[in-house]
DNA sequence: AACCACGTTCGAAGCGCTTCGATTCAATTC
DNA sequence: GAATTGAATCGAAGCGCTTCGAACGTGGTT
C-alpha cells in the first residue's frame, strides 16, 4: 500500500504538503503541486478512507436506508436511490446501503460509530416508528415523505396535496362533473401512508371546491380487481366522466380493460395519473400526468444533506410543486 | 464522543483488555469481560469504525456492484441486493453502494482506498467490459453472473443451460411434440446476455435430442408486442401445444392475451416459466415454473466473498442447480 | 525453595492521515 | 535598511483503535 508519506518522498516534499495539495485548504505554489500530483499518479497513490476519517472526523458517507421488501414501486424506489448515489459521488460522497427492514437504530448505529457523516430516509411513512429515533441521531437527517409529526426534522417530499388539488382540477376546467380517484391497495391507506392520504385529502378538497361528484376507490394490483374496480368506477348511476389515477401497478391493466370494453381515452373517458414521466409515455395510451420526480428529489436530498454538514442549519420542510404534463388524454366535455 | 479508553477508565482495566473483551482473540476472565460489558452499555460505547479500519486493516464493509438502470427486472435486482445487505449484516458486515453505471474503476477505488474489504458485482454479462479491471482488483470479488472469460475470477449463477433442458424436457415427458421458447427482447440476446443464451442453448440441446419441432421468439414487453408473438407461436403449422417463457415482464400480458383467445390453460396450451416462485404463484394462472433462487444466490454470493477473506482460496465458479415448481399449467398430450 | 507454565492483563508502538502552530524566505513598507 | 507582511512549507501532535511482546500472579512441579 501506497502511504502519503511514500508520496511525500518521492516528491519532496512533507506530508503536510502532499495533505494540502488534496485538499486545497491551503495555498500551494503551481511547482510544487504539479510535482506532488505527478507523483501521486507515478506511484499510483489512494488516500486511506479509514486513517482519512480518523483524522478528520470525516467519513465522506452518507447512510442511505432504503425499503427493500416493498414489493411495489421497485422501479422508482430505484430511480430515487440511482439519482442519490450518482449526486453523492459528484459531492464525493459514498453511499451505505441501510435497509428499513434491518430496523431502526441502523441509522444511530452507522453514524455512532462514525462510518457515516449524514443520513437519507427513504419512504417515510405518516406514523413512521423511525422517526423518534431519527431525531435523537447525531448527523444531518433528511427524510424523504412526511410523517405527521416531523418537528425539528428536515423532510423533503412532493405536494401530493396539491398534486391530487391539480389533476382534479385539471378534469373540472375540462367540463367534468363526476370524476372518479383510483388511489392504491387498502393496505397503503391503512397503513397510513402519508403521500395517498394527502392526495387524496387534496383531491378533496378540490372536487368540493368546484362541487364535482366525486368517488374514491381503492384498487389492488392485479386484472381482475382492476376489472371489478372498474365495475364500480363506470356504474351508470355515477356517470363518471374522467379518471384519476394514483396507482402505478394499476395503469397497465386499467388501460387493457378500458380497451376491452371498447372504452376510448380521452373519447369516452378522460384519464389523468400520477407516476414517471416515462412510464406515462410508454402506456398504450400516453397519459396526460403529473410526475414524480424521483431524480430531482433524490438530488435534492443529497443537497440537503450535506449543506447541513458544516454549518447547523434549521430543519427545513421541502415541498416540491407537481408538474403537469398534457398528453391528450383528458377531453373537454 | 465516548472512546475505548474512557470505557478502559470506567471498568479499570487497560485499553487492549476492552479490545479484546470486544474482539474475543485472547482469553479474558468471566469477571473483567462483564465488568467491561457494563462499562460498555453504561457509556453507550460504540468503536470508531475509521479508527478499527486503519489500525486493523479491515473495513468489515463489501462493496456491491448493482446495476441500477437496468429498466426491466428492478423486482428481481432487489432481491438480491436485499439478502446480500441481509447476510452481510449477519457477519457484521455493511453494504457500500457501488452502481454499474458509475462505470468500472469503481471497485478498485473503493479498495484502493479501502473502503471495503471485498466486492460482489451483480449483473455481470457475457463480454462484460468490467471483467478485465475486476481481475485486477486487490480484494475477494464474487461475481454473480458468467461472464465468457471469467479466467482466475469466482462466479455464481443459476444453471441456466440446466432450467432450459428442464423446461423442454418437462413438456417433451408430457408428450408435446412442438414446443416454443419465448424469450427475452431482442436487446438482451444482442447484448450478450449470458443466461439468456445459456438457457436458449440448453433449450434447443434438449429439444434437438428429443426431437421435439422447437421455435424461439425473441418478444419485446408491452401488450401489443405478445399479441404479436403469439400470432406468430400459434400459428397452425407449427402445432405449437408448449410454451417456455423466459421473459419475467411478459407473463402478465401473456396470459391475459391467451385468455382473451379463449385458450386455456393447461388445457389447450401448457405453459412453463423461469421467474420468482411468488410471481409464479401470483399471476391469474399460477404457473409451473424454476425459481430464480435471488436470496439464496445472495447468501451464497456473501459466504463465498467472506470465505475468501482470510485465506487465499482458488477462485471458484458454482452454478445453481435449478429447482422445478409443479403448478399444474402443463398437460399430458 | 526455586522453577515452570499458564491464564490474564498491561503498555506501547504503530496504522495513515489531517491540522495547527512555527518557520522560512521573498516582497513590501516606512 | 529594519520592520512588516504574507505566501509556501515543514514538523509534530494527535485521531481511536488493534496487536505484540512483556509482566504479573497463581498453582503445580521438581
Same sequence: chains 1, 2.
Wanted: charged letters at 20%; proline letters at 6%.
Amino acid at each position: 500500500m501506497i502511504t502519503i508519506k511514500e508520496v511525500a518522498h518521492h516528491a519532496g516534499v512533507s506530508m503536510s504538503t502532499v495533505s494540502y495539495v488534496l485538499s486545497g485548504k491551503r495555498s500551494i505554489s503551481e511547482a510544487t503541486k504539479r510535482r506532488v500530483e505527478q507523483s501521486i499518479a507515478a506511484l499510483g497513490y489512494h488516500p486511506n478512507a479509514g486513517a482519512r476519517a480518523l483524522a478528520s472526523n470525516r467519513s465522506r458517507v452518507v447512510g442511505l436506508v432504503v425499503p427493500l421488501h416493498s414489493d411495489q414501486n421497485m422501479p422508482i424506489i430505484m430511480r430515487f436511490v440511482s439519482s442519490i448515489v450518482a449526486r453523492a459521488r459528484d459531492h464525493d460522497y459514498d453511499v451505505l446501503l441501510l435497509t428499513k427492514e434491518a430496523g431502526p437504530g441502523e441509522a444511530h448505529r452507522v453514524i455512532a460509530r462514525s462510518m457515516a457523516d449524514a443520513i437519507i430516509v427513504m419512504d417515510v411513512e405518516s406514523a413512521d416508528p423511525r422517526v423518534p429515533e431519527l431525531r435523537d441521531v447525531d448527523a444531518p437527517v433528511v427524510l424523504l415523505g412526511m410523517p405527521d409529526d416531523h418537528e425539528g426534522l428536515s423532510c423533503l417530499d412532493l405536494d401530493f396535496a396539491s398534486a391530487g388539488r391539480q389533476m382534479a382540477g385539471h378534469l373540472a376546467d375540462r367540463g367534468h362533473r363526476s370524476i372518479a380517484l383510483i388511489g392504491s391497495p387498502p393496505p397503503v391507506y391503512q397503513r397510513g401512508t402519508s403521500f395517498a392520504a394527502r392526495l387524496l385529502s387534496g383531491f378533496q378538497g378540490e372536487t368540493a371546491k368546484r362541487g364535482l361528484l366525486a368517488s374514491v376507490h381503492s384498487c389492488a394490483a392485479g386484472y381482475d380487481a382492476v376489472s371489478e374496480c372498474l365495475d364500480d368506477v363506470l356504474h351508470p348511476d355515477r356517470g363518471t366522466t374522467g379518471l384519476v389515477v394514483h396507482n402505478e401497478a394499476v395503469l397497465g391493466p386499467l388501460l387493457l380493460e378500458l380497451r376491452r370494453r371498447s372504452l376510448d381515452v380521452p373519447g369516452d373517458l378522460s384519464v389523468i395519473t400520477l407516476c414517471p414521466d416515462d412510464v406515462a409515455a410508454a402506456l398504450p395510451v400516453p397519459l396526460t400526468s403529473i410526475a414524480v420526480p424521483a431524480q430531482e428529489l433524490g438530488a435534492i436530498a443529497v443537497e440537503m444533506v450535506i449543506a447541513r454538514l458544516g454549518r447547523e442549519l434549521a430543519p427545513e420542510v421541502r415541498l416540491l410543486q407537481p408538474q403537469l404534463t398534457d398528453r391528450g388524454s383528458t377531453a373537454v366535455r
